[in-house]
């Protein structure tokens, strides 16, 4: 038996088509050509593979066992060549064939995977390089042009050539586990007391701070290389330490860590920036991947429906505040019960003086109240006006 020769994409094409639109006829409709012109291409398939891919001997064709297995490879062969096709007229249009991406650990990664999915969706033919590090070796990996961009906290000797760019800042706080001594002491941690319990602390593994400590207290420190394992010796009481609030938020609300109080806050901010080498252009990619991340430092504009709530409520604040204006039923009932007593001591002071009677003031409209007996104070009408 010879060996299978080497059939062609627009072989495989149609083959695919065949199956895909059930049919010589209704293939031939799709690819626009004769149903002459798609049997003899399928036939043709067959002898190069040497085997027989359709049962013809139905209505309609069926795939033979040989077919189903060859089907697959067809379609991921077919995918491969557009893949390719479509990466070659990106980079002819001078986008990116990867953009290189390294992270803080600081950073929430939640904002980065519905980032980093929202890229996938925009630039398909791209692939990422992404790679998280802290302190200053995520400044040391887009200086040495491993990476194009970073997403990085403030750090001291950065050099000139790195141009940045705020986008956010992240909450940090001071925690340790419940059963730590610490977490003992009610109301503001001492200093000095800090002083003599192991902190847990994040080591740069670059050169760029070396010899240089942030934020550390106490006098015994563990330098850890990520912040999973911070994490997880915090939670086990191993020391102490400050943690992003969005990675501890629901240990805390569990109770599984607690919140230290201490002389230096109980909260800081920590500002990140988009950085990236200034003497080199970021490609199309790459500046759609920055302006994602400095959108961060940006409010997030409100929706239709917001939008909608926030003009109801300001229309109700202001028929509330109309309304509040107004004399209260109350008021009015009592002017209208003085009224007759006060025209009857008019009356009188007039007759003993002489004097003509003032003119009757202009009556309110008596409001539509039932009945009541004297001495009794009446409600207030209940309003039926649509909140």
């Known amino acids: 038996m010879r060996d299978p020769g080497l059939p062609s994409l627009d072989q495989l094409r149609v083959f695919i088509a065949v199956i895909d639109h059930g049919g010589f006829a209704h293939a031939a409709r799709a690819l626009h050509r004769t149903q002459s012109v798609i049997s003899y291409t399928i036939a043709n398939l067959e002898q190069q593979l040497n085997v027989a891919l359709l049962d013809r001997g139905k209505r309609k064709p069926t795939l033979t066992e040989a077919g189903k297995a060859l089907l697959a490879d067809a379609r991921a062969v077919s995918l491969k060549v557009d893949g390719m096709r479509a990466r070659a007229k990106a980079l002819s249009a001078g986008l990116e064939a990867e953009v290189s991406l390294v992270v803080d650990v600081m950073f929430s990664t939640c904002k980065l995977v519905r980032i980093l999915r929202a890229f996938q969706s925009e630039f398909p033919t791209v692939s990422m390089r992404l790679r998280t590090e802290a302190l200053g070796a995520v400044t040391q990996l887009v200086a040495d042009g491993t990476c194009r961009i970073g997403i990085s906290g403030w750090m001291p000797g950065t050099p000139d050539v790195i141009e940045r760019q705020a986008c956010g800042f992240v909450t940090m706080v001071p925690v340790v586990a419940p059963d730590h001594p610490l977490a003992q002491i009610d109301g503001i941690v001492p200093s000095a007391l800090l002083r003599e319990h192991t902190q847990l602390v994040l080591t740069d593994r670059s050169t760029l701070t070396e010899g240089q400590d942030f934020g550390v207290l106490a006098l015994r420190d563990w330098r850890l290389g990520d912040l999973s394992s911070k994490h997880a010796l915090l939670r086990n009481g191993v020391g102490w330490g400050n943690m992003p609030l969005e ?54 504009p409100l929706t239709e429906r917001e939008q909608a709530e926030l003009a109801a409520h300001a229309a109700h604040a202001a028929e509330a505040s109309r309304w509040a204006a107004q004399p209260h039923a109350y008021h009015a009932l009592s002017e209208c019960a003085q009224a007759p007593a006060a025209r009857a001591e008019g009356a009188a002071t007039a007759a003993s003086t002489g004097a003509a009677p003032d003119k009757p003031a202009r009556r309110r409209p008596r409001l539509p109240t039932p009945d009541a007996a004297d001495g009794l104070a009446l409600a207030a009408p209940i309003s039926l006006r649509p909140r």
């Open 247 to 300: 990675v501890v938020q629901w240990d805390l609300d569990a109770g599984r860590l607690v919140q230290l109080q201490i002389a230096e806050g109980s909260s800081f901010s920590f500002p990140l920036y988009v950085i990236r080498r200034g003497d080199e252009e970021p490609g199309p990619a790459t500046r759609w991947l920055m302006q994602q991340f400095l959108d961060l430092a940006q409010p997030a």
